[in-house]
């Protein structure tokens, strides 16, 4: 698997794993987070969700400038490091909300959250920029989209294993101050804190019936809820001390390979007086042959992020929701798909090696076709089962009694094989997409180019909040049907433009 590739990949992928370990432990409770902390309703937080995850992506444009303009791409990175180390320090503090410092509580947390986009924007696709670079040497170009797909698995390590951090650390938080977890009862205990006399006796009779599961043995059920929302928050607030030693970390190991990686700009400058006025001619023609090339492939590529990382926002209600999380936290659930692609990236790596010797060999474009259509299948399924399950919207769901719920509830299966094909469809499209960009960019825009692709990822990002909007407003399955229809006709668009795509790339 890792014959034929360039030394400097595997450090490099170290210590991006790293940073993707610390950034996905925050992100595997953000939205739950957000909601048992400031008593948000799942619209807001996910609105939330959605400006930060495309600041992350939207931020790569300003990181890719800034290297490209300043030519130090590695010390861009170390910024970006020190910066989101800054952010994740911030979040690590544990402050009880309440009706006097929300406010100000809750700015403080958006402004950490920023901290942690802008130093992702300079650490992410400056990365990618010299992991493309390693392949740009004729000796290792044929390797290329497999070499993103071993950096791809790399970041998906750290994915596995950070999604299991924020629940144990909680759940031990809770044990040790004599409770338990409920994903349910944060929620109650914020709509009993805020309406009291008003909250509706179905509301108030589960109110009581959870408390004392998770470790009410007597006393004012208000102070036991505020009581409970600290304890819960403060153990989420311990797993972000686990991001900041995972960025740390991340910073060392880049310190210590750093001289043996590339640097992009130095080798265009040196190339540069080369090129003969006719030459330069030509290449312009081409480079813009070749962007016009990139922002299709982006085009098509904000669609799959709209659909692909609705796993942290209406997927992941639904986890919390409509399957049994009795014994495993719906945050875990998260870990599934870093799972696959670790299993399957070796088993996908062998499939188009073995189509290329026989002649048979599958474009770039047209694999990222292919996985548009592997991620509507993901949809497809999940209409279905919801329909032959009747299921509500998310809000009709938690208005019914528990029995009622229990009776609706779906097993771990669902999600396993929702998380497969999406997996599948990631790995046709993620890593090659970034292959694809290291491909056709100018190298003298290599981060800015890096940038385009992750900023397109920020346009989907932008776009997250519908899932969750139309989850609870409507009958989940519509919410799956609009996310499958949008999958189908890009797909359909994509397979249009392959061979144009093939032949400017060629």
Avoid at 46 to 64: C, H, Q
Avoid at 69 to 75: A, C, D, L, S, V
Avoid at 77 to 95: A, E, K, N, Q, W
Avoid at 149 to 162: D, H, K, P, R
């Amino acid at each position: 698997m890792f014959k034929n590739h360039p030394k400097g990949l595997i450090p490099a992928a170290l210590s991006n794993m790293g940073e993707r370990f610390g950034y996905y432990i925050m992100n595997a409770v953000l939205v739950l987070f957000l909601c048992s902390k400031f008593g948000l309703n799942e619209e807001t937080s996910t609105l939330i969700y959605s400006f930060f995850y495309a600041g992350i992506y939207v931020l790569s444009l300003v990181g890719g400038y800034i290297a490209d303009k300043t030519q130090n791409y590695k010390g861009t990175i170390i910024s970006g490091l020190l910066v989101m180390t800054m952010g994740y320090i911030i979040l690590s503090i544990p402050i009880l909300a309440t009706e006097g410092n929300t406010s100000w509580l809750l700015t403080v947390t958006c402004v950490a959250l920023f901290l942690i986009a802008f130093g992702n924007g300079l650490f992410k696709g400056n990365l990618q920029a010299i992991v493309g670079q390693l392949y740009d040497n004729p000796k290792y170009s044929s390797q290329r989209d497999s070499g993103f797909q071993i950096f791809y698995v790399f970041i998906n390590i750290g994915g596995v294993l950070a999604p299991f951090v924020a629940p144990m650390l909680r759940s031990w938080w809770l044990n040790v101050n004599g409770m338990s977890y409920n994903a349910s009862f944060p929620a109650m205990c914020h709509e009993y804190l805020s309406v009291t006399d008003s909250m509706a006796d179905e509301n108030m009779n589960n109110l009581y019936a959870l408390a004392t599961q998770v470790g009410h043995q007597g006393g004012e059920i208000s102070e036991f809820c505020t009581r409970y929302l600290d304890v819960f928050n403060t153990g989420i607030h311990y797993s972000f001390i686990a991001s900041v030693a995972a960025m740390l970390i991340s910073l060392i190991v880049f310190l210590c390979v750093k001289k043996g990686l590339p640097s992009p700009a130095r080798r265009e400058a040196a190339e540069e007086a080369k090129y003969t006025p006719e030459e330069k001619s030509a290449m312009a023609k081409e480079i813009k042959q070749r962007m016009y090339a990139l922002f299709a492939v982006l085009g098509i590529a904000i669609f799959f992020w709209f659909s692909f990382h609705q796993n942290g926002t209406s997927m992941s209600l639904f986890a919390r929701d409509f399957v049994d999380t009795s014994t495993i936290a719906p945050e875990i659930w998260q870990a599934v798909n870093p799972f696959f692609v670790i299993v399957l990236t070796p088993l996908i790596i062998m499939l188009f090696s073995s189509l290329s010797r026989k002649g048979k060999e599958i474009s770039t474009p047209r694999k990222i076709a292919i996985g548009m259509g592997l991620a509507g299948i993901a949809y497809l399924f999940m209409t279905v089962y919801s329909l032959y399950m009747d299921y509500p919207s998310g809000t009709e769901f938690r208005s019914l009694n528990e029995a009622a719920k229990a009776g609706l509830l779906s097993g771990p299966w669902v999600l396993i094989l929702y998380y497969f094909f999406m997996t599948v469809a990631e790995l046709f499209i993620s890593p090659l997409g970034l292959s694809f960009v290291s491909k056709v960019a100018p190298k003298h825009m290599q981060g800015l180019c890096q940038g385009l692709w992750l900023g397109a990822t920020a346009v989907g990002n932008l776009m997250l909040w519908i899932g969750p909007l139309i989850y609870n407003k409507a009958p989940i399955w519509v919410a799956w049907a609009v996310f499958f229809a949008v999958c189908i006709i890009s797909m359909g668009i994509m397979f249009a433009m392959v061979k144009w795509l093939e032949r400017v790339t060629r």
